[in-house]
């Protein structure tokens, strides 16, 4: 699920790229292990991993992506914005 830094980037709110594609994860999940792209995982309790998630078409797939209001409440919450 695309999340923090990388929804602002979605939703427009940034002019960067993220080097990152930051993702939410459930807390009870393993992280990937995938090298390429480079991953940045936030962890998340699994009701917020329901609330608040739109599913956007990106290249011919259903991709869950946070919702923009759960986007900037999200990265105020985890100081998430100041990576970038």
Request: hydrophobic share 45%.
């Amino acid at each position: 699920m695309i999340c923090l830094v990388s929804a602002l980037a979605f939703h427009g709110l940034i002019d960067q790229i993220p080097p990152k594609v930051w993702i939410a994860n459930s807390r009870k999940n393993w992280r990937p292990r995938v090298s390429n792209p480079a991953l940045r995982v936030a962890r998340f309790p699994d009701d917020q991993m329901r609330r608040g998630v739109e599913h956007k078409k990106i290249a011919g797939t259903s991709v869950p992506v946070f919702g923009l209001a759960k986007t900037v409440a999200a990265c105020s919450a985890t100081g998430a914005a100041s990576a970038i």
